[in-house]
């Protein structure tokens, strides 16, 4: 019985190892070709048996899913729906089984199916096609950075209103105290004015609006509550950190196509792109002493069954630097999948001792073991690998891969390191131009950062020195500014000296001041509510904020902003839906205009409800 099993494992070997010599001849990029021209001739038969054969070479390299492939049968199946609806039928199953986990062929199916049946059955097809953009890594990490750029304009039009809005609340007390202070040095009409100018002082100096911006959050700092004034710094701070998150934003969508990333995500999630492995030869030539670009391109070229090539990128790979475990193991995946299983353990040891924590070395080890008849020591593997990575064993364990032995696959991670060093690498520069690089450094000398950061140091500093002779205030009442000058600091801090007396006091006042008094208080608070009314219209929470509510107030600007921004931006900021994704980019604008509008109604409509006091 025991003979029996050795000989149909050797017997598995064998037609494993004669398949793939007898694909040897055959990569993915020449079969793909003659498929879809056999198709495109109405030649279907042929275009099954090709991409069959196409699966079959990929199962033999260990590759897992063709996305480019997918994407151009998807978009194959969608303009040839009229004209073929056989070859638009090929193309479409062909799409599924080339990669169906692509998020670029849900979305395109349902494009399809909603110029066929209409919108609302497309929709499971889009929403299926953005739980799978958040799957993979390319295209969540472009949607990663558009929802940062979205952010970074809602966090913008945030901190504009509340600058606005600090304006409208404290701008007649800080013209008070300006004409104060000036009036100690000069007497006239133009201490009025110049009290006046002062609130708008960086227009004089030919500085643009979000200096503006940053010098009224200096000046009204101190005139707010505790609750305004955390506002005002967790604004400016945030408004601070915009630049260079929209720098690491550009970086993310840059890099994620860099040769060395578009070849470690094929790496490690076993896809085939017929382009990375030619853009990484062209990257190796110019860079040739980094062993980890020798692996992945090694990785690529075990994909075209290029074994001999791999072969001599791992072997140099391990030359510059002897102690790299992943290049030994590799390694040793070719000799083991020629047979040389003696061979293979040595570099699976020699992986071991380089890397104790590998559990890709211990395990491919155990399947050697076990093709030599060496089965205390396979079991022994099998237990080293569970004791390292138990996650991992189960996974082999539940779905061995069609090779049986796993490739060591260099992290993503690893690859934006190896991007971010290649940009201070001369000859890499003058062949691909400036690589995209993120530093925080250099990010944050731009002058919204620094004007941020100044005006937030300006406003507690401004804070600290007026905080002893006092801020002047505003009457709740008719507006009226006063100061500590102007009046008694015993008497109440909200209401002037004539409202004083008419409305707490309640003392005699002759009724033609108390006549004026009542129109004031009612111009006054007719011009307030107007106002609110007319930035409620446009800015949901922008009255709330002038009204003093300025939890509700921000919370409110920020998530219609944002809500505006991404239904304004879909289908520009949004490459991770690709280029055919109608139905997805509609449903984005759809949701998202529809919260704004429910947003709208309920911070705008209690406002346009409320009447003047």
Request: net charge positive.
């Amino acid at each position: 019985m025991r003979g029996r099993r050795l000989a149909a494992v050797a017997l598995a070997f064998v037609a494993l190892t004669a398949a793939r010599s007898a694909l040897a001849q055959a990569a993915p990029r020449d079969i793909w070709p003659q498929a879809t021209a056999a198709a495109r001739e109405g030649d279907l038969d042929t275009a099954k048996e090709k991409t069959s054969e196409l699966l079959s070479t990929g199962k033999t390299y260990g590759i897992r899913t063709f996305p480019s492939y997918a994407a151009g049968a998807a978009a194959l199946a969608s303009e040839s729906k009229a004209k073929s609806p056989e070859l638009a039928a090929w193309a479409e199953k062909v799409s599924r089984d080339l990669d169906g986990r692509s998020p670029s062929v849900a979305f395109n199916e349902a494009d399809r199916q909603a110029r066929a049946k209409g919108l609302m059955s497309a929709v499971p097809l889009a929403l299926q096609g953005f739980a799978r953009a958040f799957v993979n890594y390319r295209s969540n990490t472009l949607t990663r950075a558009d929802l940062l750029i979205v952010a970074a304009g809602a966090i913008l039009i945030t901190a504009i209103v509340l600058a606005l809005a600090l304006f409208m609340r404290y701008g007649r007390s800080a013209a008070h105290d300006f004409r104060e202070f000036l009036g100690r040095r000069m007497t006239g009409g133009s201490v009025s004015v110049l009290g006046f100018a002062l609130l708008v002082l960086p227009l004089f100096f030919w500085l643009g609006p979000m200096w503006l911006i940053f010098y009224w959050f200096a000046i009204f700092f101190g005139y707010g509550g505790w609750i305004e004034r955390a506002a005002v710094i967790a604004v400016l701070i945030l408004v601070a950190l915009a630049p260079i998150a929209l720098d690491a934003a550009a970086h993310w969508i840059a890099g994620v196509d860099s040769p060395v990333v578009a070849a470690a995500i094929s790496s490690a999630n076993d896809s085939y792109e017929p382009d990375a492995l030619r853009r990484l030869q062209e990257l190796v030539a110019v860079i040739p002493d980094d062993p980890t670009l020798h692996v992945l391109i090694g990785n690529l070229q075990a994909f075209e069954g290029l074994d001999d090539q791999a072969n001599v990128h791992y072997r140099r790979a391990i030359q510059l630097r002897p102690t790299y475990a992943g290049a030994h193991v590799n390694l040793g995946n070719l000799l083991y999948l020629n047979n040389e299983f003696q061979a293979a353990i040595a570099e699976y040891e020699k992986a071991e001792a380089a890397d104790p924590k590998l559990a890709t070395a211990f395990y491919n080890h155990s399947v050697a073991a076990g093709d030599t008849y060496r089965f205390d020591l396979q079991k022994e593997m099998i237990t080293r690998t569970r004791s390292i990575d138990s996650a991992f064993a189960d996974r082999m364990g539940r779905n061995p891969p069609p090779q049986k032995i796993v490739m060591y696959k260099p992290s993503i991670a690893e690859a934006w390191t190896i991007s971010d060093r290649l940009s201070s690498r001369a000859a890499a520069r003058a062949l691909f131009g400036n690589y995209s690089i993120f530093e925080p450094i250099r990010a944050a000398s731009n002058p919204i950062t620094i004007g941020a950061l100044a005006a937030l140091l300006l406003a507690l500093l401004l804070n600290l020195i007026r905080r002893r002779t006092g801020y002047a205030n505003a009457c709740i009442k008719c507006g009226r500014t006063f100061c500590s000058r102007c009046k008694s600091a015993r008497e109440s801090s909200t209401y002037c000296t004539q409202c004083i007396h008419i409305y707490l006091k309640r003392d005699g006042v002759s009724l033609d001041t108390k006549r004026q008094k009542l129109e004031e208080v009612g111009g006054h608070q007719t011009a307030v509510t107007r106002r609110n009314r007319l930035f409620a219209t446009f800015l949901p929470g922008s009255a709330q904020l002038m009204e003093g509510r300025i939890i509700a107030g921000m919370l409110g600007i920020f998530l219609f902003a944002f809500f505006v921004l991404t239904a304004v931006f879909t289908g520009r900021l949004g490459p991770a839906l690709g280029p055919v994704a109608d139905v997805a980019q509609t449903i984005v604008r759809a949701v998202s205009i529809a919260l704004a509008v429910i947003l709208w109604l309920l911070l705008s409509l209690p406002v346009y409800r409320r009447r003047a006091a």
